[in-house]
């Protein structure tokens, strides 16, 4: 315990970000952020964040509720905008391309950086709908033919296809709470996104439900970024190559899984990881 003798301050005392914020190449960024941070109104709820994110990497955010994983998450698709009087600044870039700069268009950004809610959302349609709809909207098939297709494939890689392929015409609020969020990641899985971020994704489910989702995003990461919001540390440890600890809004730390939960470099990391603060 090399910090148990460090009182828990109000204070972050560091300047910069321990760890590993930065990945080695710069073609292995997904996205990279510099000096971020965003406002409500007068607020700041999020104080110079700069790191990046890897290709395929699951890297999940955590840390005390109020210090900002999700307002961070926003930042990377814009879905802070849809917030009145919140303000983003600084650089974010996915593929090393600004997705601040004037003229980026927010609709294909969404549907390159997807979102998975902590809460199942699905739409008021049948499960095909459900899953159907982001591909028509965004003209991704020209038949029906390719669409059955593309609905049956996004169900089958969120392990729901052989619960509900009898039954596709059901409303998807008919289904479970686990099954409506696996769903929700069928739809999300859909268009066809480079990067997905889950906002607690398991926090609605039951353990076996929450173990479904687990081993979900450890398939998904084979072909995706996954950037999670999770309150369970032992989701974070049992999900995610990297691991970020917020606190107060700021990045404290960052680093590989295993050693933010055995070697952490902050004390306070320390003093959240063995929920000493909470
Ligand atoms: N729409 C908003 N308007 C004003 N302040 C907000 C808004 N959303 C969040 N905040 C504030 O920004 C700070 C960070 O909130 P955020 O929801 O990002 O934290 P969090 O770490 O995700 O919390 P939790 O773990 O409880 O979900 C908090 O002080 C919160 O009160």
């Given at each position: 315990m090399p910090f148990a003798d460090t009182p828990i301050g109000t204070q972050t005392d560091v300047t910069e970000t321990i760890g590993t914020p930065f990945l080695p190449n710069s073609q292995d960024s997904k996205f990279e952020l510099r000096d971020v941070n965003v406002y409500y109104g007068e607020k700041r709820a999020i104080f110079d964040v700069s790191m990046d994110i890897g290709k395929n990497e699951v890297i999940a955010m955590i840390g005390p509720?109020?210090?900002?994983k999700s307002t961070f998450l926003r930042c990377l698709n814009r879905m802070n905008d849809t917030i009145d009087g919140c303000r983003v600044t600084g650089a974010i870039s996915l593929d090393s391309d600004d997705i601040n700069r004037p003229g980026v268009d927010v609709v294909p950004l969404r549907a390159r950086v997807g979102m998975v809610f902590q809460k199942p959302n699905p739409f008021p349609k049948s499960i095909y709908d459900n899953v159907a709809y982001g591909a028509r909207i965004h003209g991704l098939t020209r038949n029906r033919y390719e669409l059955d297709e593309i609905v049956e494939t996004s169900l089958k890689r969120a392990g729901l296809w052989s619960e509900v392929k009898d039954r596709?015409?059901?409303?998807?609020?008919?289904?479970s709470g686990g099954q409506q969020q696996r769903l929700c990641i069928a739809r999300t899985i859909a268009i066809e996104p480079e990067v997905i971020l889950m906002d607690e994704p398991c926090s609605a489910l039951d353990p076996i439900a929450t173990a479904r989702i687990e081993e979900l995003i450890a398939e998904l990461s084979e072909n995706y970024t996954i950037v999670i919001v999770t309150h369970s540390m032992q989701q974070a440890a049992r999900v995610s190559h990297r691991t970020a600890y917020f606190h107060m809004g700021r990045l404290l730390e960052v680093n590989e899984t295993g050693k933010v939960f055995t070697t952490p470099g902050h004390h306070l990391t320390e003093a959240y990881i063995t929920g000493r603060i909470g």
């Open positions: 509720s109020g210090c900002g596709l015409e059901s409303p998807g609020t008919t289904l």
